[in-house]
């Protein structure tokens, strides 16, 4: 029955409706379990629209449009650092080189995001915390960080950052990091839990993750907390 109230939205008519929804809800996103018909369609939409980037499904204009949504640019990047398309990574990388080139060998940082800041500079400055944060946690593929050596120097920060800082989160916090990855996953999918074989990355990801907790479960390595 879900399909009877289900809400075909165009692009821009989705992006408007979902900006609306998430400022009267703290920047929140919809949820596909939830009772509520609108935010149900919403977060149907949503879905979509995070496969569509994903797989580089979209215009420009498009990605123009999903920006203007609350918390969505910090979203995008995240989604373009873990599960985004080789090339989209290669294109990243390339622009923070010509930034890099343009601003006498200064990276983007946080300090940067005020409002005299550019749009490519705080997409810049967001990205590289994002790929520091997956650097210093483990997460971040060989592949992708040999890409960064057209960066001059950026390999060496990242290896020092990751030397000489502690981790943000305990094994506590990420365990309950990937049980709301989890969760918003099955949210997003009529319940269905994510499966380790599959192409998508994103998928893979978490299913990998379910089925290494499984283990853990099975030989009583799981905390009474994490059960």
Known sequence: KSGATRIVLSWDDGCDALCRWTKIHGQRMPKLRSKNVTEKCLAAWFS?????????????????????????????????????????????????????????????????????????????????????????????????????????????????????????RTPEEWFDVRCNECMQWVDEHDGKLPRSHTTNKQERSLGKWIATMKQRFIKGRLARQQC
């Open 48 to 168: 979509e629209a995070t496969q569509r980037f994903i797989k580089g499904n979209l215009s420009r204009s498009e990605l123009s449009k999903l920006r203007l949504i609350p918390k969505m640019l910090e979203n995008m990047l995240w989604w373009e650092v873990r599960w985004g398309q080789e090339a989209s990574w290669l294109e990243r990388c390339a622009k923070l080189r010509r930034w890099v080139s343009d601003h006498d060998g200064a990276y983007p940082s946080n300090d940067t995001l005020l409002e005299d800041s550019s749009e490519l500079e705080k997409e810049l400055a967001v990205w590289l915390d994002i790929v520091k944060f997956k650097k210093k946690r483990g997460t971040l593929a060989q592949d992708r960080f040999e890409a960064l050596s057209v960066v001059p120097g950026l390999q060496e920060l990242l290896t020092e950052v990751c030397k000489n800082q502690q981790p943000t």
